[in-house]
């Protein structure tokens, strides 16, 4: 089920995408002298601004609708890992309070290695 809401998303965001690119602008007016006024009897005596418009706005609302239908799921999907076997943070907290002694490995004192000479100058 979620696989075919997330399919409809995208599809609806790409068809949201390609109308937007359709739709005439405010300086539309230019491409009249290269053929494209004559596209706007296609759509009726109104224009192609209305009809584009509406669909956009009906793709817009489909978008809406699976966002919401895939966040529900991934909060359904969310509440769910508590049953996977992942202890929750306040095990995690008690058993790192019970450890006594660190498992990092501490420097011993006195122990230093010499320093090897060096073709490096030093300051003194």
Known sequence: METLVLIVHVL????????????????????????????????????????????????ATGLFVTSFLLAM?????ADTVGDAGIPAAEVIESRAAEVTEPELPTLEAG?????PESDIPQAD
């Open 12 to 59: 609806l965001a790409a068809g949201i995408i390609a109308l937007v690119l359709l739709q005439q602008g405010k300086g539309a007016e230019a491409g009249a002298s290269f053929g494209a006024g004559a596209s706007q009897t296609v759509f009726g005596s109104s224009g192609s601004t209305s009809f584009l418009a509406r669909i956009t706005g009906v793709l």
């Open 73 to 77: 799921a991934a909060k359904e999907k």
């Open 111 to 115: 122990k230093a290695e010499p320093v």
